[in-house]
């Protein structure tokens, strides 16, 4: 069995089918800069499966897995350990069935999930609805942006400097094709929040205010003020959360006047995997807002009988059925980490879940008061949950980079995050989770000290 199947008559019979010259030419919408410019280097053109296997086997070992180091890594993708109950549940026949469930007698299983999936992301958030199709919490985020600009048919969309880097190049990638005003900032190297900075740039045509909660920099903003002027100017508050644990241990964004709340569920029941698949969060507080939400969302209703059973309540905002009235394209989930989400936020329960959230938060106070300690490294958060920053005498990414040669993944400098900001050159992102060890902790510390000194 060749690796790749396919001879170069294949190739030139497909290409005279659709029209195009060459293979480049299916590629023209991609900027030149960001396209290779022959074979990636060490990887076989052609090879048998076994020799493709041993090859790729090869190229693993060069990994450093998160269970063989010092883990400190975070910024919206966290390490948490996920309980062998959930993979065994996932895999129960009864949720092995249609993957889009829009036959109910045959997906009974599958709807049963999402719609407590449902209920699950709504009571973490604060609100009243949350829906079941979003892919990740990047594009979960530009689905809320869209949304905010359907209710109030306004264009200009207010992004916080604390909002996540990827999240935000996603609303401005997915904005160049409707238009709209995205006007952004970059993060302040301080302790709290710019709140007031923030409120300032709310206008009368500002369709939403995007905040991260926890922020980037794994600060506590104060959503309730934001919401409070964002109202004021007629624009909706939309609330971006990462770490769910967090909200075991902190205050639901809908309770504290987010009118749309969006995350990334990836830290509870999907664990890292080598970055995806992940799975995005929805929710509205007013119930009012239904019929603007994208994707679809799954009820309860009865059968002819009487009985108890599920179905997809509202799908008709998808593409699939009425593609010139669509709210969205999203017309799927991340079925099987959704599934794994709600195993692994049963399991935990409220009690569950605010235990994990403290055990979270006292380790991470105790890495920010060692990592304090160390000659050249200052703690800049105020407050925190599991995830702080601290500012470094040097360039965090280099300080990294040495680093990971002892075993030790210190965190994500924020250099990386930012390219192209230099006055952010010194700050890491440190995460902390109840994964980590106090001798981790020590050994990170540590570690510190040498490359330092």
């Known amino acids: 069995m060749r690796y790749l199947p396919l001879t170069d008559s294949d190739r030139s019979a497909m290409l005279d089918v659709i029209g195009a010259p060459d293979v480049d030419a299916l590629f023209v919408d991609v900027p030149e800069a960001a396209r290779l410019e022959g074979p990636i280097e060490g990887l076989p053109m052609h090879a048998s499966e076994m020799a493709v296997e041993k090859h790729m086997r090869q190229l693993s070992k060069k990994n450093l897995a998160a269970a063989d180091a010092a883990f400190f890594l975070g910024a919206g993708a966290y390490r948490h350990h996920v309980p062998a109950t959930v993979d065994h549940i996932i895999q129960r026949g009864e949720f092995l069935t249609?993957?889009?469930?829009?036959?109910?007698?045959?997906?009974q299983g599958t709807l049963q999930m999402l719609f407590e999936f449902q209920s699950q992301v709504a009571r973490l958030y604060g609100c009243a609805v949350a829906n079941a199709s979003m892919y990740d919490g990047s594009t979960a985020c530009w689905e809320a942006v869209a949304m905010a600009g359907r209710v109030t048919k306004r264009k200009r969309v207010v992004l916080s400097g604390a909002l996540h880097p990827h999240y935000a190049e996603v609303v401005k990638t997915m904005a160049k094709f409707t238009e709209d005003e995205i006007a952004g900032a970059s993060p302040a190297l301080q302790a709290q929040p710019d709140n007031a900075g923030l409120i300032a740039r709310i206008d009368d045509q500002t369709s939403c205010v995007v905040v991260q909660y926890p922020d980037i920099l794994g600060r506590i903003p104060d959503l309730a003020e934001i919401a409070e002027a964002a109202?004021?100017?007629?624009?909706?508050l939309i609330a971006v959360n990462t770490e769910p644990v967090a909200l075991g241990a902190i205050k639901a964004p809908g309770e504290l006047g987010?009118?749309?709340?969006v995350g990334?569920?990836?830290?509870?029941?999907?664990?890292?995997?080598?970055?995806?698949?992940?799975l995005g969060l929805f929710a509205v507080r007013d119930?009012?807002?239904?019929?603007?939400?994208?994707?679809?969302?799954?009820?309860?209703?009865?059968?002819?009988?009487g009985k108890r059973g599920f179905v997809l309540t509202l799908s008709t905002r998808e593409q699939h059925i009425r593609r010139e009235k669509a709210t969205s394209n999203i017309c799927t989930n991340s079925g099987l980490c959704a599934l794994a989400f709600s195993v692994?936020?049963?399991l935990l329960g409220e009690k569950g879940l605010r235990q994990l959230a403290a055990e979270n938060h006292r380790l991470a106070c105790i890495a920010a008061d060692r990592l304090a300690k160390v000659p050249g490294v200052k703690l800049l958060n105020d407050s925190f949950f599991n995830e702080f920053t601290v500012l470094i005498d040097g360039d965090a990414r280099a300080i990294v980079r040495q680093l990971t040669e002892q075993n030790v993944l210190a965190g994500v400098s924020l250099g990386r995050l930012f390219p192209g900001h230099d006055e952010l050159a010194n700050g890491l992102l440190v995460a902390v989770t109840e994964t980590t060890t106090e001798e981790d902790i020590e050994t990170l510390a540590s570690a510190l000290?040498?490359?330092l000194a």
């Open 449 to 451: 000290e040498e490359v």
């Open 258 to 261: 987010a009118d749309i709340v």
């Open 231 to 236: 109202h004021a100017k007629g624009a909706l």
């Open 98 to 107: 249609a993957y889009t469930p829009y036959q109910p007698e045959i997906a």
């Open 287 to 305: 119930p009012k807002h239904v019929r603007q939400m994208p994707g679809r969302l799954c009820g309860e209703t009865v059968d002819a009988e």
């Open 264 to 278: 990334e569920g990836q830290a509870i029941g999907v664990g890292l995997q080598f970055g995806g698949p992940f």
């Open 344 to 346: 692994h936020m049963t």
